[in-house]
């Protein structure tokens, strides 16, 4: 990592509410990381207006330029590296990554995923939940890796399915835990105490839990 507060470019493709919590966060005195770049693959994410008014430079790479992942992805990755972030977050990145994209940035790309994984990954996840049951449901920060949402868990935060919840009441308050755990994460990489081993993070030395450090509300 270089010398300093840690840079972090944010991939997105839609409103941008994790890309908000993490844009608030670096600017609490004494952040230590900042955002550097915020690049969409869509042009009219609203998140690109989140970050145009915090003062970060944007970009779009549109996927529908492309004739395939492949090449959108070294478009991507270019991008990316001309602003020589020390991570990359996806939030809200609505795009399956080649696995050439996923080893460019082993060890230094972290997704939030709207589940306790190894619970749903992938869509619909709180349409799953509740449909399977669930007395709880959640959130979780990982790394990523080759296998879609099956990167080393890094922490979740639960909520409890209440009766007569929905698919959108549960969401409003999985994602009230998401702007939560995501700084908290990223700050925790930034300070050099989170790091990814080939299956697990560890955490100040320490391995974490195989579904990562536990936060309940």
């Excluded at 990982?142 to 209440?162: M, N, S, W």
């Amino acid at each position: 990592m270089s010398q300093g507060v840690c840079k972090v470019a944010v991939l997105i493709s839609g409103s941008g509410s994790n890309l908000q919590a993490l844009l608030d966060a670096s600017a609490n005195a004494g952040a230590d990381f900042s955002v550097c770049a915020v690049i969409s693959n869509k042009p009219e994410a609203f998140g690109l207006k989140r970050a145009t008014e915090a003062g970060v430079p944007t970009s779009v790479v549109d996927h529908r330029n492309f004739s395939g992942r492949e090449n959108f992805d070294q478009a991507l990755i270019a991008e990316i590296d001309s602003h020589q972030p020390d991570l990359v977050v996806l939030a809200g990145f609505m795009r399956i990554l080649t696995p050439e994209f996923v080893r460019h940035y082993s060890g230094r790309l972290l997704n939030i995923h709207p589940s306790l994984l190894p619970k749903y990954q992938g869509l619909h996840t709180h349409q799953r939940a509740l449909e399977a049951g669930d007395s709880e449901h959640g959130v979780t920060v990982h790394f990523v890796t080759e296998e879609l949402d099956g990167g080393p868990p890094i922490v979740q935060a639960a909520v409890p399915i209440k009766e007569g919840d929905t698919p959108e009441s549960l969401a409003k308050r999985v994602q009230v835990q998401e702007h939560v755990i995501y700084p908290m994460a990223v700050t925790w990489f930034a300070q050099g105490r989170l790091k990814m081993l080939t299956d697990r993070s560890q955490l100040d030395g320490e391995l974490l839990p195989l579904s990562g450090a536990r936060i309940d509300s």
